[in-house]
T-cell receptor, first 119, second 111 residues
Framework: GAVVSQHPSRVICKSGTSVKIECRSL??????MFWYRQFPKQSLMLMAT?????????EQGVEKDKFLINHASLTLSTLTVTSAHPEDSSFYIC???????????????FGQGTRLTVV | SQKIEQNSEALNIQEGKTATLTCNYT??????LQWYRQDPGRGPVFLLL?????KEKRKERLKVTFDTTLKQSLFHITASQPADSATYLC??????????FGQGTELSVKP
């Protein structure tokens, strides 16, 4: 199956600093990438939808100025957590949908996730 | 608002038995539903997709049913193995390719 690579897998940062997480589709072009956040024992919560070459669409309650998303190419999307606080500590996961897929027939391919700890 | 509920408790079964996981949803009519497996500290891995006009889908030891009247999907693992131990997530297809996830059911298969 298609491979989505997410980096870094773990990061610890100080409160007030910014952290960038990368999501790459390795063997396919992804026009759309999705960013999720998952707290322990809870569901994946969609944060935003990222479309190549355009602004991301954020879900209700997600601060766009805090979670900056850039989808500059068909194989790379980045999520930057700005001015991180301890409550931003979570598991962040990206997924990508292939360029030629139809919504009905293609599963989402997920990255391996990034464990962010803000101290 | 849309709501998805999976087995609220962790599921513990004996090796060789069939595991049955439940996914119920309200206030929504998804065109398709997917099941994923998630291991600790990892991203979800796709298992099966079933469309609204399909009643049942099979893949090796896995079987998924989809009842749009009951608004329920059942996920079965037959001849379960300890390696099947993981959290299983159901996800409803939403507009724009989005997925709405349930909270997951943690399955533990004991040898």
């Amino acid at each position: 199956g298609a491979v989505v690579s997410q980096h870094p897998s773990r990061v610890i940062c100080k409160s007030g600093t910014s952290v960038k997480i990368e999501c790459r589709s390795l063997d396919f072009q992804a026009t759309t990438m999705f960013w999720y956040r998952q707290f322990p024992k809870q569901s994946l919560m969609l944060m935003a939808t990222s479309n190549e070459g355009s602004k991301a669409t954020y879900e209700q309650g997600v601060e766009k100025d805090k979670f900056l998303i850039n989808h500059a190419s068909l194989t790379l999307s980045t999520l930057t957590v700005t001015s991180a606080h301890p409550e931003d500590s979570s598991f962040y996961i990206c997924s990508a949908r292939a360029r030629d897929s139809t919504i009905m027939n293609t599963e989402a391919f997920f990255g391996q996730g990034t464990r962010l700890t803000v101290v | 608002s849309q709501k998805i509920e999976q087995n609220s408790e962790a599921l513990n079964i004996q090796e060789g038995k069939t595991a049955t996981l439940t996914c119920n949803y309200t206030n929504y009519s998804p065109a398709y539903l997917q099941w994923y497996r998630q291991d600790p500290g990892r991203g979800p891995v796709f298992l099966l997709l079933i469309r609204e006009n399909e009643k049942e889908k099979r893949k090796e030891r896995l079987k998924v049913t989809f009842d749009t009247t009951l608004k329920q999907s059942l996920f079965h693992i037959t001849a379960s193995q300890p390696a099947d131990s993981a959290t299983y997530l159901c996800a409803l297809g939403a507009e724009g390719g989005k997925l709405i996830f349930g909270q997951g059911t943690e399955l533990s298969v004991k040898p």
